[in-house]
């Protein structure tokens, strides 16, 4: 927001030196961006945070100038006196949840021309482009109050007679088209908030004006429009036509409810003076009436509490009154006040604190004030993301973060968790992304391709975040996922879902079953189960994965459910005795049908080892029709044993051993190779 301090002038006695307001602002929350001297004026660029667009006009920053120094804030009240008969012909508003608020004045005879210089000189030193002194005033009401206004031609609306012509705020019908008055068409989306007359759109509120109704040098009668617009539907018309104009930036904001009437006021008051004309007695007005909301109540004690430092009563009671506070109680330790209309944002008691903290000044608190803290303990959402980030970064792996909305091509490469369409958004936040992810897989196989394409050499990444599943008739079911990509293969990558679990849990079983994902080598793929219920999956890209995803070398992905491990998350560490007593190791190459898993092969290993078992580790897989039979596989694998009490006889091994290979012969017709 740019200021001028000429015109600031008007409305606050301002201190003499420019470095005093520039820092003392900076300090209360406008910060100082820049200084420009334009002309024999002065530019402050002070920037002004989302919650404040009070401060997105002259006298909102000569509002805070006069609270911080102490002085007369010197606004007037517009008086136009209407001096015509009639005024707009009608006015309908069919989509109030879009439009609380419309008015409009009708000034009849107008003459268009060029703005006074003192008018002009003052835009320019905004960088506002100078047009003539209609528009020019609108522009000027806009900068000096913050409430937007458009000034429409009303002989150019659909009509013959003034009594015919209507302003009728709608939604706009699919398809329809609108040229706005930088004379470019635009095809509307359905439900746009538009200001149309009886046959079509002339503009898009809160947008930008259109160009069969703007205001030129032929102008006589001018309807000046003043209203207020839902800031949502504002940013997603911006937004989906790139119009972002000073009007659009404040009502995405909010507008002050009860500036509405006297910016318009203000510019009929301004266009009878430079523009001449007769102001028509009739006001078209359609909408809320401002309610106040309900007082806020600031108890002393808090003060103290929060900052640290105790604020005198009559000072907290004065800061607040000049912001424009209405005080309706105070007590020896507390105060209610009702905010006014321009701070939507004042709704809660650390509002208050934070405003008399401002305005008091932060350089009175001291370094060393005491402030009371209360103890608060981490979720264990945030416990098990903190050991899974741990694991994986102790891993070699980098945390990417990508976007929720992703291209529609991209959805159907692989679904594990939802085959149901996915949900849209109004406006794609980037070209064609405008689908909520249901797997974040694809945007982590982008974000590897963008890394190849950089030639980088090592592309180990993760992801934590949300994925939108729909449901019917109810809003989408936000999971919580972990994906990892990675180009190590599948067992490398199997071995680090492994260590993220065990980080996470302790005693869950994860357990490895067929998968059938096109994208996935069947071959180097599997689902994961957590004690029987599904965890997610792991494998490596097919040559049809690489090729969709345009990848030039191989990589193994893995998704899981993140839900389910805090589910079962076991985060209290615990210590077990070392066992003094030496391992002891068998090998064992068991051939089994082609059909049976090694994940089978190792769940019957570990229930047949029983409490001597103390690792188990696959070695290969050994496939030879010759040697062995058609449809046959041999599996190596080596099992560790170890006994807390004594060491382990060569007997005692054989026979965990031989164990093992009736546990495996019995339940899956596997043979002991010689």
């Known amino acids: 927001m740019i200021v001028s301090l000429d015109w600031l002038k008007e409305y606050v006695e301002l201190p003499k030196d420019l470095d005093e307001l520039t820092l003392k602002l900076t300090l209360t929350g406008l910060n100082l961006e820049g200084v420009e001297q334009v002309g024999s004026d002065t530019g402050v660029d002070l920037e002004v945070t989302s919650n404040r667009p009070d401060c997105l006009g002259h006298i909102g920053v000569a509002r805070e100038v006069a609270v911080i120094w102490d002085r007369e804030l010197k606004v007037e009240e517009p008086q136009p006196k209407p001096t015509g008969q009639g005024g707009l012909g009608q006015l309908e508003v069919e989509c109030p949840q879009l439009c609380p608020r419309y008015t409009a004045r009708l000034i009849r005879g107008v003459k268009v021309g060029p703005s006074p210089e003192w008018l002009a000189n003052r835009l320019r030193t905004l960088g506002i482009a100078v047009i003539n002194n209609v528009v020019d005033i609108t522009n000027y009401v806009l900068f000096e109050c913050g409430q937007p206004l458009h000034a429409f031609d009303v002989n150019k609306l659909s009509g013959a007679k003034l009594a015919d012509k209507k302003i009728v705020v709608r939604e706009s019908t699919k398809g329809e088209k609108f040229t706005a008055i930088d004379h470019k068409e635009y095809e509307l989306a359905e439900g746009t908030c538009v200001i149309a007359d009886g046959e079509k759109a002339v503009a898009l509120a809160g947008v930008m004006g259109g160009a069969d109704t703007e ?83 600031l108890r002393f004690e808090q003060i103290k509490r929060v900052l640290g430092i105790a604020v005198p009563v009559e000072q907290v009671q004065k800061i607040l009154t000049d912001l424009g506070c209405e005080e309706t109680h105070i007590c020896d330790h507390c105060i209610k006040v009702i905010a006014p209309s321009w701070r939507a944002d004042l709704t809660r008691e650390i509002d208050l604190i934070e405003e008399v903290a401002r305005i008091f000044g932060y350089e009175q608190i001291p370094e060393d004030a005491g402030v009371r803290m209360v103890a608060s303990q981490r979720t264990q959402q945030d416990r098990v993301q903190d050991r899974i980030r741990m694991t994986l970064v102790a891993a070699g792996f980098y945390e990417a973060m990508t976007l929720s909305a992703v291209d529609e091509t991209t959805i159907d490469a692989i679904q594990p968790w939802s085959q149901a369409e996915p949900l849209r958004v109004s406006t794609p936040v980037l070209r064609r992304a405008d689908c909520l992810r249901q797997t974040l897989v694809p945007s982590l196989l982008a974000s590897r391709l963008h890394n190849e394409k950089a030639s980088n050499p090592t592309i180990e990444l993760f992801e934590i975040a949300n994925v939108y599943l729909p449901q019917s008739g109810e809003l989408p079911q936000q999971k919580r996922l972990l994906a990892i990509t990675s180009g190590g293969g599948y067992l490398e990558l199997k071995g680090v879902v492994e260590a993220v679990v065990g980080a996470a849990t302790r005693n869950a079983h994860l357990e490895v079953t067929p998968a059938d994902f096109e994208l996935l080598d069947s071959q180097r793929s599997g689902l994961l189960q957590l004690d029987g219920k599904p965890l997610g999956y792991v494998g490596e890209l097919s040559d049809a994965g690489l090729e969709r995803s345009e990848l030039r070398h191989g990589c193994s992905v893995a998704e899981i459910d993140v839900d389910l491990l805090i589910e079962a998350a076991q985060l209290v560490v615990t210590a077990e005795p070392l066992s003094p007593y030496p391992a002891v190791s068998r090998d064992l190459n068991i051939v089994v049908d082609e059909s049976v898993c090694w994940a089978d092969v190792e769940r019957l290993t570990a229930t047949a080892g029983g409490e001597l078992l103390e690792a188990i580790e696959y070695q290969e897989t050994y496939r030879d029709p010759k040697r062995l039979e058609a449809g046959k596989k041999s599996l190596l694998f080596s099992v560790q044993l170890r006994s807390d009490s004594a060491t382990l006889t060569s007997e005692q091994a054989d026979a965990v051993r031989d164990s093992i290979v009736a546990a495996l012969k019995k339940e899956v017709g596997g043979e002991l190779r010689a």
């Open 215 to 297: 205001v030129s040098e032929a102008t006589v009668d001018v309807l000046i429009e003043a209203a207020d617009f839902a800031p949502l539907s504002v940013r997603n018309t911006a937004r989906r036509h790139h119009l972002h104009s000073p009007s659009s930036y404040r009502f995405e904001r909010g507008v002050d409810p009860l500036g509405i009437d006297w910016a318009s006021r203000r510019a009929c008051e301004l266009i009878l003076e430079l523009a001449g004309g007769e102001l028509c007695e009739t006001i078209a007005d359609s909408g809320e009436t401002y309610e106040k909301p309900e007082p806020v109540k």
